[in-house]
């Protein structure tokens, strides 16, 4: 049985297609093809480009223009989440300076139960360089099995639609160059991690 979920915050939409039994089973497993959510379009210019969307109002993660999509399930009042931003970001930045990378991996944050002013207040205090998305009423975050924060997914994107878990795990990215070539690797892209 299939639910389709949306919710409203203020000038945000964000919608989740899933199986309902998929809800309750915990966290996507890599294989799996990511239940189908569908985020608003960032208001800012330069976070559409990097994304390689257009400006309508809504989207979903199959139409990231990249071939890896990892995707930070966090809360702004998760000190582990606080404490691993500086990681994330210089994830990030590694990928963005790397132009074997840079086009075929992008990086996006969800903030589980934080309304849009928590998660603008998260990303300025950490100066987040990727985009970020509120979840206020959790509708994502319960597609995504109640997961704990932080907690990280990467997607594959492949050309038939489908968006294929390749990585799902929580706590800490851990040491940024062994998490890039694990992604690289199990995506099939350049392995080559310049340190």
Same mark, same amino acid.
């Given at each position: 049985m299939k639910r389709l979920?949306?919710?409203? #915050?203020?000038s945000w939409l964000c919608f989740v297609n899933v199986h309902s039994k998929a809800m309750a089973e915990g966290p996507p497993?890599? $294989?799996?093809?990511?239940?189908?959510?569908?985020?608003?379009?960032?208001?800012?210019?330069?976070?559409?480009?990097y994304l390689g969307l257009s400006e309508?109002?809504?989207?979903?993660i199959s139409?990231?223009?990249?071939?890896?999509?990892i995707i930070e399930i966090f809360s702004m009042y998760c000190p582990y989440c606080q404490r691993e931003a500086p990681v994330v970001?210089? #994830?990030?930045?590694?990928?963005a300076a790397n132009p074997l990378w840079k086009d075929h991996i992008k990086v996006i944050g969800i903030g589980? $139960?934080?309304s849009p002013f928590e998660v603008d207040i998260f990303k300025k205090k950490y100066d987040i360089p990727f985009p970020l998305f509120p979840d206020m009423d959790f509708i994502v975050h319960k597609a995504f099995g109640?997961?704990?924060t932080p907690y990280f997914i990467a997607v594959q994107l492949e050309e038939n639609?489908?968006?294929?878990?390749?990585?799902?795990?929580?706590?800490? #990215?851990?040491?940024v160059d062994a998490f890039l070539n694990l992604i690289l690797k199990r995506a099939g892209i350049n392995q080559g991690v310049e340190k």
């Open positions: 979920v949306f919710f409203a #915050l203020g497993k890599t $294989g799996e093809s990511l239940p189908s959510i569908t985020l608003p379009i960032p208001e800012v210019a330069a976070e559409r480009q309508t109002k809504t989207f979903k139409e990231i223009k990249s071939r890896v999509v970001n210089s #994830l990030y930045r590694k990928i589980a $139960g934080n109640d997961v704990r639609g489908v968006v294929r878990v390749i990585f799902s795990e929580l706590g800490g #990215l851990g040491e």
